[in-house]
């Protein structure tokens, strides 16, 4: 229970550290800003090494000690994705434990990769609000990224550096980072499938249109899809779909009204969150989109909140919030786009922004106290 609870005070006032650094970065220079991140970045991964904190930690830790030792070779090569594990993550394991490493060393990079992929964005996107980007990003993914889901956390960052690439006008840089996600997450295949619809306009009339559409059609083919691909019968070696039919109809059930309430706050208020940053960017602030690489994060966002739709009543609750968080990854950066260029009551936003983060945070420290411990 200490544990647990320490945890959660850590992370807190790094928060804390973070929004008073955010109200007062224009003091401090550019380099400096850069060690604080990086100092920060080997805090949270050293942090995250020793947690107690995640819904997936134990899981993880089970994985990595049942885990048996593969090497990079001509086997291993024509196995590549028939393991229940992904490549990328299957090789990290194994030559942790090859090299005598424990489980810690995997948490640590897993969490040091992909914050350093995300601190690179920030520093080639932002100069002058380098610290409200990181503090942004610490509020809606570092509780739900680096320190739990770390698999689909990291393949997700992998994407975000794809966008900036294709932003940049990089096509083959873009496909060779997306093609290398799929080695760290087996769901990163609908990168590929997305790429086509990315140049789609969007304003809020076809936005809601189309949400309505995909919420229909997963109601409608319910029942027809779930029990098609459950009836299938599936090659064992063929992870990809193995995964789809182990999803399509899994959910999460909590038995309790406490754990429901802060369950579905933790899941879901995310979810809503992106929507509202969509809507408004979509209403008033699409002056921000001329930027190549936030019209993408755009796009991709509400490309993740209609395929979240479609699943959600299809009834693959769990297919539907992984894939949301798999392509919302970059929302941090649009909500500070809305934050730097309000004009006026800045101030309020921000406090109802930071009200709205409490009430989540609140909802997984309640959630994970019940889950984990005696207190509650």
Known sequence: MFGILGDYIIIIVLFFMFLILSLTEEKFSLP???????????????????RSIGMDTNSYIAIFEQHIVTTFNIDFLKNLFQHSLEPGFNLMISYLKLFGFTYKSFFFLSALIPLLIISKIIFNIEKKHVFLTFFLFLLMHVLYGPLDVIRQFFAATIFISALFSLSRGKKIVYFLKIFISIFFHYSSIV???????????????????????TSLMGFLLKNYIVDYILLLEMDTANRFFLKLQGYI????????????LTLNSMLYLPKLFNVIIIIILLIYYRHILRSEFNRLLLNAQILSSLIF?????????????????????????????MLVFTKKDKIYKFMLMLLYFVIYTISIIIYMLKLRTNIL
């Open 32 to 50: 400096f800003k850069k060690v604080i991140i990086y100092i920060s970045i080997l805090f949270i991964s050293l942090f995250a090494s020793v």
């Open 309 to 337: 739709t479609f699943f959600y009543f299809l009834g693959a609750e769990t297919i539907a919030l992984r894939l949301e968080l798999l392509l919302g990854i970059g929302s941090f950066i649009l909500l500070k786009e």
């Open 191 to 213: 990168f590929f499938v997305i790429t086509p619809l990315l140049k789609l306009k969007w304003n809020m009339s076809r936005y809601v249109c189309i949400g309505v559409l």
């Open 249 to 260: 109809d899994s959910a999460y059930n909590p038995t309790t009204f406490i754990d429901s």
